[in-house]
């Protein structure tokens, strides 16, 4: 499935850049060391795979990365 150059790999780079608690930073690859509680660019992670599943019919990045995304999930629901 062609799905653009970069983008898969991209959510490899955010996934491996999580803290155990799911909190992600907002830069990924996490060249710096800078996590905030702002949902805006963490919030890209589950608006890629999402965009990769309706736009190319691509389940792969959902299932390969469901773990990671729900660990973020349960990150922000518990701060609220």
Known sequence: MATGCCTPSWL???EESQKPD???PDVAPAYWNYYS???TWPGV????ADMLYRQYADEAPIKKHYASMKKLDELYEYEV
Request: glycine fraction near 8%; proline fraction near 0%; aromatic fraction near 8%.
């Open 37 to 39: 509680d702002n949902m």
């Open 45 to 48: 992670y589950l608006m890629v």
């Open 12 to 14: 490899d780079d955010i």
């Open 22 to 24: 799911g909190q992600l």
